[in-house]
């Protein structure tokens, strides 16, 4: 014969009680296991990061020089989110790096980006979503292998815009992203 054991009420998380209105000042230890598997579970789901990078049917996929540029969608779950503002081509300094040259500044952004990262314990790899403005859209896309030496590992989604002027004439490129990261 099963001997049924019970722990104090007093003691539990409300969501173990009894549903009886507090009337038994016990409950079945059992059902407070299983309750607590099942929270350990959920939270262990939700703390576990998973990305998955999907290119759909139907939808073309953008590749330069037979580098694809970006996934159309990224489905993330679990993971700190991080988000990080337009960077720029600026040193650690805040001198403009690159005037009149895309390159360069695809170069100086790039590893603005991959500091933000780091310094939230991610890297590229973690990146999902970036969005790049650019003053000369064509230029920008001459120069795929350098900005795939920084997004190509993760391979985000990515919207780019070009646009008339960034905060300052020297810029040509911005780029903000977001990451998710264990």
């Given at each position: 014969?099963?001997?049924?054991?019970?722990?104090?009420?007093?003691?539990?998380?409300?969501?173990?009680?009894?549903q009886d209105g507090g009337a038994n000042p016990r409950v079945d230890v059992r059902r407070t296991a299983r309750l607590?598997?099942?929270?350990?579970?959920?939270?262990?789901?939700?703390?576990?990061?998973?990305?998955?990078?999907?290119?759909?049917?139907?939808?073309?996929?953008?590749?330069?020089?037979?580098?694809?540029?970006?996934?159309?969608?990224?489905?993330?779950?679990?993971?700190?989110?991080?988000?990080?503002?337009?960077?720029?081509?600026?040193?650690?300094?805040?001198?403009?790096?690159?005037?009149?040259?895309?390159?360069?500044?695809?170069?100086?952004?790039?590893?603005?980006?991959?500091?933000?990262?780091?310094?939230?314990?991610?890297?590229?790899?973690?990146?999902?979503?970036?969005?790049?403005?650019?003053?000369?859209?064509?230029?920008?896309?001459?120069?795929?292998?350098?900005?795939?030496?920084?997004?190509?590992?993760?391979?985000?989604?990515?919207?780019?815009?070009?646009?008339?002027?960034?905060?300052?004439?020297?810029?040509?490129?911005?780029?903000?992203?977001?990451?998710?990261?264990?």
């Amino acid at each position: 014969m099963h001997r049924r054991q019970s722990a104090p009420l007093e003691s539990l998380p409300p969501a173990f009680r009894a549903q009886d209105g507090g009337a038994n000042p016990r409950v079945d230890v059992r059902r407070t296991a299983r309750l607590s598997a099942l929270a350990a579970e959920r939270k262990f789901r939700e703390n576990t990061m998973q990305l998955k990078k999907l290119q759909p049917e139907g939808l073309n996929v953008r590749t330069v020089d037979g580098h694809t540029l970006y996934s159309h969608v990224v489905v993330a779950t679990g993971g700190r989110h991080i988000f990080i503002s337009g960077q720029l081509a600026r040193d650690a300094s805040g001198n403009v790096v690159g005037r009149r040259d895309m390159r360069a500044q695809i170069e100086q952004v790039g590893k603005n980006l991959k500091a933000c990262l780091e310094a939230a314990g991610a890297g590229l790899g973690d990146l999902v979503k970036t969005t790049t403005y650019v003053t000369d859209i064509d230029e920008f896309f001459r120069h795929a292998d350098i900005r795939m030496q920084y997004f190509g590992p993760a391979l985000p989604t990515s919207t780019t815009v070009e646009v008339r002027r960034l905060s300052h004439p020297d810029f040509l490129i911005e780029v903000e992203a977001i990451a998710i990261a264990e």
